[in-house]
């Protein structure tokens, strides 16, 4: 996700038995390490902290939009299954519970799938969290009426792979949300050698720049797995005001917001 990198990017653990192998063995290690400091604001996932905000926004309105719910109620996801892929310490998985979700929160690391529930336990929500993959997931049947695909997906073995069981798993009418990083020098700049070798705001090789995705690629993907584009939105980070927003600037980081054919 850049500058506020997820590090929920652990999406797959072990290859189903067939299809596709999404897993990146190093990534999983990579992300596991720090599974720990995930509900520390001030620690190394701050700046995700600090982007959550607006995502979370984002998600809600969009959801709430397609679905016909009311944003304000208490619980407008009321009766909805949503997917956190590559969910981490369950940073977005927990409001969404919260918003009324029926959560299934899935991360390779055990680590991470350990810290988030705990978390959620010590909060009293009920989410379904699984250490497993993307395609274990597809492979059993599982179903979803939202998918959370948030900063993930550069950090995939199989890119085309892990989008195809994404869209497998989303319901006719259902709509998944992707964020991801773009393949330019900006995003080099700010989210490799700025995030982590100037500010350390990321460990070191937290960013491979060439998996980042730029948007056409993005959108050739989405359209190959049979998914219609709805929108893109460009998020950047303000230094001087510490926070983030949503732009037209997709040079770094950006969202896309997609559906599935609802007569698939």
Same mark, same amino acid.
């Given at each position: 996700?850049?500058?506020?990198?997820?590090?929920?990017?652990?999406?797959?653990? /072990?290859?189903?038995? +067939?299809?596709?192998?999404?897993?990146?063995?190093?990534?999983?290690?990579?992300? +596991?390490?720090?599974?720990?400091?995930?509900?520390?604001?001030?620690?190394?996932?701050?700046?995700?902290?600090?982007?959550?905000?607006?995502?979370?926004?984002?998600?809600?309105?969009?959801?709430?939009?397609?679905?016909?719910?009311?944003?304000?109620?208490?619980?407008?996801?009321?009766?909805?299954?949503?997917?956190?892929?590559?969910?981490?310490?369950?940073?977005?998985?927990?409001?969404?519970?919260?918003?009324?979700?029926?959560?299934?929160?899935?991360?390779?690391?055990?680590?991470?799938?350990?810290?988030?529930?705990?978390?959620? /336990?010590?909060?009293?929500?009920?989410?379904?969290?699984?250490?497993?993959?993307?395609?274990?997931? $597809?492979?059993?049947?599982?179903?979803?009426?939202?998918?959370?695909?948030?900063?993930?997906?550069?950090?995939?073995?199989?890119?085309?792979?892990?989008?195809?069981?994404?869209?497998?798993?989303?319901?006719?009418?259902?709509? $998944?949300?992707?964020?991801?990083?773009?393949?330019?020098?900006?995003? $080099?700049?700010?989210?490799?050698?700025?995030?982590?070798?100037?500010?350390?705001?990321?460990?070191?090789?937290?960013?491979?720049?060439?998996?980042?995705?730029?948007?056409?690629?993005?959108?050739?993907?989405?359209?190959?797995?049979?998914?219609?584009?709805?929108?893109?939105?460009?998020?950047?980070?303000?230094?001087?005001?510490?926070?983030?927003?949503? +732009?037209?600037?997709?040079?770094?980081?950006?969202?896309?917001?997609? +559906?599935?054919?609802?007569?698939?």
């Amino acid at each position: 996700m850049g500058i506020a990198e997820k590090a929920d990017a652990s999406v797959t653990d /072990a290859p189903a038995k +067939s299809g596709p192998n999404t897993v990146d063995p190093a990534e999983v290690a990579r992300f +596991s390490a720090m599974a720990a400091e995930w509900w520390d604001p001030a620690g190394k996932f701050r700046p995700l902290h600090r982007f959550n905000p607006v995502r979370l926004t984002y998600i809600k309105t969009k959801v709430a939009n397609h679905y016909d719910r009311d944003p304000k109620a208490m619980r407008p996801f009321e009766g909805l299954r949503f997917l956190d892929i590559g969910c981490g310490g369950g940073l977005l998985s927990e409001p969404m519970c919260r918003l009324g979700a029926n959560m299934v929160s899935a991360d390779a690391s055990e680590q991470n799938i350990a810290t988030a529930s705990i978390h959620a /336990a010590e909060q009293g929500l009920a989410i379904d969290y699984r250490a497993t993959t993307a395609e274990a997931l $597809m492979a059993a049947g599982e179903r979803f009426d939202v998918i959370l695909n948030m900063e993930v997906i550069e950090h995939v073995a199989d890119r085309d792979g892990f989008l195809q069981c994404c869209a497998t798993m989303l319901k006719p009418g259902g709509i $998944m949300f992707i964020a991801t990083l773009n393949r330019t020098l900006k995003a $080099m700049g700010l989210a490799i050698i700025g995030a982590e070798y100037i500010l350390r705001w990321l460990p070191r090789g937290t960013h491979d720049w060439s998996k980042f995705i730029t948007p056409d690629e993005m959108k050739a993907g989405i359209a190959a797995c049979g998914l219609t584009l709805e929108e893109t939105t460009g998020v950047s980070y303000n230094f001087l005001m510490d926070s983030w927003s949503l +732009s037209k600037d997709t040079d770094v980081n950006y969202m896309m917001l997609t +559906s599935k054919p609802a007569n698939d």
